[in-house]
């Protein structure tokens, strides 16, 4: 595994592996990698030749006040995974190198970003797509791929790919789960004592919430508000409970089909995400 800190040396590490024609799949983390992250690296690895893997704390992603400081950064245990996984090359730029004195360009999917986990997080989803555009200009991947547990940030790249031409193929990998629901993040770390098993309820009120959907008989204003109840009475402090449409994650009506149920939640300083897609004509996930 090459380790890079450069964009130069990037560049012709990608550069070498194009001239033997050699397809490049990409899995850009912010690193603490788990179980969730090496699914990613493990379909990129059936899915081409040549494995890239980003390690980038993106300081843009985050607003004032959140946790960029306190972001799990765990370099040396992340190469040894990395190592293990027998990936290609590990991209590890600082922050001068990602963007340089005075960068002044700013991607924003209009609409998409300013909902959800958007609302509460303004210019979080603009740091993304910048991070992420900057990143596929960077490694030029044939294929990349994403977590199904960040839905809004995956719908996200889709669209920015889509609008602004970029020849790669977005690829979505279902959300790795703990024993109890779990939704495998970096930021589960920050969980303490009892708050570890509160937080599988948040899966919970997903998968109470998708029966109640399939069942029929609610509206999905109540389904919602019953959701939030559960979530509250738990000790959870949820930002939104939401059953949307999975194509353009608007609030769903009955006549949509595929569905996702999107929720953060805080508890105590931790903010945990997840998400549930399905479709209302058949029963289990359906992948994004
Ligand atoms: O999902 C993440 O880890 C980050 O948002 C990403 C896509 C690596 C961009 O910084």
New binding site residues.
């Given amino acids: 595994m090459q380790v890079i800190n450069s964009i130069n040396e990037l560049r012709a590490a990608v550069k070498d592996w194009r001239s033997f024609g050699e397809r490049i799949a990409f899995v850009?983390?912010?690193g603490n990698l788990h179980a969730g992250h090496l699914k990613l690296v493990y379909a990129a690895k059936q899915d081409a030749q040549r494995v890239i893997v980003?390690i980038?704390v993106?300081p843009t992603?985050f607003g004032p006040g959140e946790d960029f400081a306190a972001y799990p950064r765990t370099e040396a245990e992340d190469r040894q995974k990395l190592l293990d996984a027998d990936i290609d090359a590990l991209f590890l730029p600082g922050e001068a190198e990602m963007y340089g004195e005075n960068s002044q360009t700013v991607i924003s999917v209009k609409g998409l970003s300013n909902l959800h986990c958007g609302a509460f997080r303004p210019g979080h989803f603009d740091g993304?797509a910048t991070?992420?555009g900057k990143l596929f200009n960077l490694v030029q991947p044939d294929a990349a791929f994403?977590?199904q547990k960040?839905f809004q940030?995956l719908m996200i790249i889709r669209t920015m790919v889509n609008d602004l031409n970029f020849p790669v193929e977005i690829k979505s990998v279902a959300t790795e789960r703990e024993v109890d629901g779990l939704a495998m993040s970096s930021r589960n770390g920050y969980l303490i004592g009892e708050q570890r098993k509160t937080a599988a309820k948040l899966y919970q009120a997903l998968c109470k919430a998708r029966a109640d959907v399939l069942m029929g008989n609610k509206s999905y204003a109540t389904i919602e508000n019953e959701a939030l109840s559960f979530l509250q009475s738990a000790g959870f402090k949820p930002d939104y409970f939401n059953i949307c449409n999975a194509d353009d994650l608007q609030q769903a009506d009955n006549k949509d089909v595929n569905l996702v149920i999107l929720t953060a939640a805080r508890l105590a300083n931790t903010r945990l995400i997840d998400n549930i897609a399905f479709s209302k004509t058949r029963t289990g996930c359906c992948n994004y």
């Fill in positions: 850009p983390t912010m980003s980038f993106n992603q993304v991070v992420v994403f977590g960040d940030q």
